[in-house]
C-alpha cells in the first residue's frame, strides 16, 4: 500500500497549473460527441474561429479517436479534452491521440491511480465530497463537477467552498447561455462545460456559421 503522503508526492503542482492554464484560455468549454467523422474538422474549427480554443470531444461514437486526430492536426493551436474517459486502457488511447488533457465523468481508484502517474493532466468528474475528498489525497485540485444541475448545482458548489476552499471547478451538465454567468460568478469555477453550443440540428445541417456565431456570443458575453 502506498501511503497518502506519497500519493500526494507523486502528483507534480505543475499538473494544477497546467490545468489552469488551458482552463484560463476558456471560460466555457464545449462538450462535443461526433456522430459524423466528415463533421469533425469543420465543427471544430467553427468553435475554435468563434473564439472557444478549448474544446473537450467525448469517447462516446464510434468515430471520436479518428476525429480526434484529424482536429489535432487541422486545429494544432487548441487545446483538446479527451472526455467520457472510463477506464485507464481509455486514457492510454487519449494519451496516444494527442490530448492536452482527459476529462473523466466520475472517477474509480484505477482513473485516480492511473492520471497520477500520465503525462497527460486529467481533470475527473466528482458530484459528491466525497468523490472529491478521495481525488484531493491523491494530489488533484481541479475538478469537473458532473452532472451539475442535477446534482445540486451552484449550491453543491458553495457548499464544497466550506471544507474545500482551494478546489476548483468545471461545472457541466445542465449548463447553458442562461445559467452559465451564475456558475461563473463562484469564486471556485474556473470555467463551464456544456453541449449547448453544438446543436444537434446545426450539426446535423452543417451548419458551421450558426455554430461560429454561438460560439462567439459565448466567448463574447463570458470573455474573462
Ligand atoms: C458532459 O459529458 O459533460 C455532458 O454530457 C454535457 O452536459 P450537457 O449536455 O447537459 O451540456
Same mark, same amino acid.
Given at each position: 500500500?502506498?501511503?497518502?503522503?506519497?500519493?500526494?508526492?507523486?502528483?507534480?503542482?505543475?499538473?494544477?497549473? !497546467?490545468?489552469?492554464?488551458?482552463?484560463?484560455?476558456? &471560460?466555457? @468549454?464545449?462538450?462535443? +460527441?461526433?456522430?459524423?467523422?466528415?463533421?469533425?474538422?469543420?465543427?471544430?474549427?467553427?468553435?475554435? !474561429?468563434?473564439?472557444?480554443?478549448? *474544446?473537450? @470531444?467525448?469517447?462516446?461514437? &464510434?468515430? #471520436?479517436? !479518428?476525429?480526434?486526430?484529424?482536429?489535432?492536426? +487541422?486545429?494544432?493551436? %487548441?487545446? @483538446?479534452?479527451?472526455?467520457?474517459?472510463?477506464?485507464?486502457? =481509455?486514457?492510454? =488511447?487519449?494519451?496516444?491521440?494527442? #490530448?492536452? /488533457?482527459?476529462?473523466? $465523468?466520475?472517477?474509480?481508484? +484505477?482513473?485516480?491511480?492511473?492520471?497520477?502517474?500520465?503525462?497527460?493532466?486529467? *481533470?475527473?468528474?466528482?458530484?459528491?465530497?466525497?468523490? *472529491?475528498?478521495?481525488?484531493? =489525497?491523491?494530489?488533484?485540485?481541479? /475538478?469537473?463537477?458532473?452532472?451539475?444541475?442535477?446534482?445540486?448545482?451552484?449550491?453543491?458548489?458553495?457548499?464544497? %467552498?466550506?471544507?474545500?476552499? &482551494?478546489?476548483?471547478?468545471? $461545472?457541466?451538465?445542465?449548463?447553458?447561455?442562461?445559467?452559465?454567468?451564475?456558475?461563473?460568478?463562484?469564486?471556485?469555477?474556473?470555467?463551464?462545460?456544456?453541449?449547448?453550443?453544438? $446543436?444537434?440540428?446545426?450539426?446535423?445541417? !452543417?451548419?458551421?456559421?450558426?455554430?461560429?456565431?454561438? #460560439?462567439?456570443?459565448?466567448? &463574447?458575453? /463570458?470573455?474573462?
Amino acid at each position: 500500500m502506498t501511503s497518502d503522503k506519497t500519493i500526494d508526492k507523486q502528483l507534480p503542482s505543475t499538473r494544477t497549473t !497546467e490545468l489552469d492554464s488551458i482552463c484560463l484560455k476558456a &471560460e466555457v @468549454i464545449p462538450v462535443l +460527441a461526433i456522430q459524423r467523422i466528415e463533421d469533425a474538422v469543420p465543427l471544430a474549427r467553427a468553435l475554435y !474561429e468563434g473564439g472557444l480554443t478549448v *474544446l473537450e @470531444i467525448t469517447l462516446r461514437t &464510434e468515430c #471520436a479517436l !479518428e476525429a480526434i486526430r484529424r482536429i489535432n492536426e +487541422a486545429l494544432p493551436h %487548441a487545446s @483538446i479534452g479527451v472526455g467520457t474517459v472510463l477506464t485507464p486502457a =481509455q486514457y492510454r =488511447q487519449a494519451e496516444e491521440v494527442g #490530448a492536452d /488533457f482527459v476529462v473523466t $465523468p466520475g472517477t474509480t481508484e +484505477a482513473l485516480y491511480r492511473y492520471g497520477v502517474t500520465s503525462p497527460v493532466p486529467m *481533470l475527473p468528474g466528482v458530484a459528491t465530497v466525497s468523490e *472529491l475528498m478521495t481525488g484531493w =489525497q491523491y494530489g488533484y485540485r481541479r /475538478f469537473k463537477f458532473f452532472p451539475a444541475e442535477a446534482s445540486g448545482g451552484i449550491k453543491a458548489l458553495k457548499s464544497f %467552498a466550506g471544507p474545500i476552499p &482551494e478546489a476548483r471547478f468545471c $461545472p457541466t451538465g445542465g449548463i447553458g447561455i442562461n445559467n452559465a454567468e451564475d456558475y461563473l460568478a463562484l469564486k471556485n469555477v474556473m470555467c463551464v462545460g456544456g453541449s449547448w453550443l453544438t $446543436p444537434k440540428s446545426l450539426v446535423d445541417a !452543417e451548419d458551421w456559421d450558426a455554430i461560429r456565431s454561438l #460560439a462567439r456570443e459565448a466567448a &463574447e458575453r /463570458f470573455h474573462h
